[in-house]
């Protein structure tokens, strides 16, 4: 019994060590793992950055578990970009204290550079419902799509198709360099003051992440160069940010919400332009494998490409948002260039 009673003790005190050991270890929780490339660098050397929706995982159809909610009240800092994009947050941080929430849409400035979805490609409306995706991922629920399920998914409005997107605004703000420059500076005024002791640092890091971006956005301009006049359709209409800081010709996209398939009138838009040499590649993503991306490629022999607008290979650090942003370009660079 002696030995029980020690080993329950033992079991007792490596709990406690490592509850303490948590709320000493204070972090950042973000929606997205590309905010937590900004928030690392912001926050390196102060706290830790944690990432809400796991790898494999989309945040256009993700629903909170009651870990996450319970991750969420530890957080120290939660960073989302708002309900428009993030609505799976929304009813779990409304407990939260303002000074523990970071919403982007609200920072001042990022409204205004938003820009408004293509919608000369993706809104034929004529799209099944069966889902022709591959996906790589699972998301613990059922995507018939009967439109009845409950997922805060706001589909009455005229473009059903575009759930997360107010007035068809792009909310991909993670490519736009110059709207996370604003996302890391209110960042660092926030954490300064959570973390007085580590104004310096933070002030640093702001400068330092300016300065990484600045170099990485004159190198990534002259690598694209030579493939800026080519077409190319990506999977779903998320990179409009990066293609108009770097100079690239997005023809269109299969779709806005990724979980939705595009209908008969975009597939044969898509294969005409193919048909006129005016698209030099089809971009797919990790997370989704859609097989008409597959059949477009071998009915007309157009390069197929991959992008990853969630960059999950790359690790979070104090340069992962430079690094995801050369990913890009690099991925780009290899199918347009061929």
Not at 37 to 45: K, N, Q, V, Y
Not at 142 to 171: I, Q, R, V, Y
Not at 202 to 221: M, Y
Not at 255 to 284: D, H, M, R, S, Y
């Amino acid at each position: 019994m002696s030995s029980i009673n020690t080993i329950m003790k033992k079991t007792i005190v490596a709990s406690l060590f490592a509850s303490f050991a948590c709320a000493a270890n204070a972090n950042i929780l973000v929606s997205v793992k590309p905010l937590g490339f900004i928030s690392a660098a912001i926050a390196d050397g102060v706290t830790e950055t944690d990432v809400l929706v796991p790898a494999g995982a989309s945040p256009h159809d993700y629903s909170l578990k009651p870990s996450d909610v319970q991750r969420i009240k530890q957080a120290d800092l939660v960073l989302w970009i708002g309900e428009d994009i993030d609505r799976f947050l929304a009813k779990s941080l409304e407990s939260l204290s303002p000074q523990k929430v970071l919403t982007i849409a609200d920072i001042q400035g990022v409204k205004a550079l938003l820009s408004d979805h293509d919608h000369d490609h993706d809104h034929d409306h004529d799209h099944d419902h069966d889902h022709d995706h591959d996906h790589d991922h699972d998301h613990d629920h059922d995507h018939d799509h009967d439109h009845d399920h409950d997922h805060d998914h706001d589909h009455d409005h005229a473009h059903s198709d575009d759930h997360h997107h107010e007035h068809g605004k792009n909310w991909h703000i993670w490519f736009s360099p110059e709207i996370s420059q604003l996302v890391a500076a209110d960042l660092a005024e926030k954490l300064s003051v959570q973390y007085p002791d580590k104004k310096d640092r933070i002030r640093q890091n702001l400068a330092d992440f300016k300065q990484d971006l600045a170099d990485k956005s004159k190198n990534i301009k002259q690598q694209l160069a030579s493939v800026q006049g080519k077409g190319f359709y990506v999977f779903h209409d998320a990179y409009q940010y990066f293609n108009d800081t770097y100079g690239l010709a997005q023809t269109g996209a299969f779709t806005i919400n990724p979980l939705v398939a595009p209908g008969a009138k975009t597939l044969a838009t898509i294969k005409a332009e193919i048909q006129a040499n005016k698209v030099n590649c089809l971009f797919a993503e990790p997370q989704f494998t859609p097989k008409v991306i597959e059949s477009l490629s071998k009915a007309t022999g157009v390069n197929v490409g991959q992008l990853d607008p969630i960059g999950e290979k790359i690790a979070l650090n104090k340069h992962g948002y430079t690094q995801f942003l050369q990913q890009m370009a690099d991925d780009y660079s290899a199918c347009l260039s061929r």
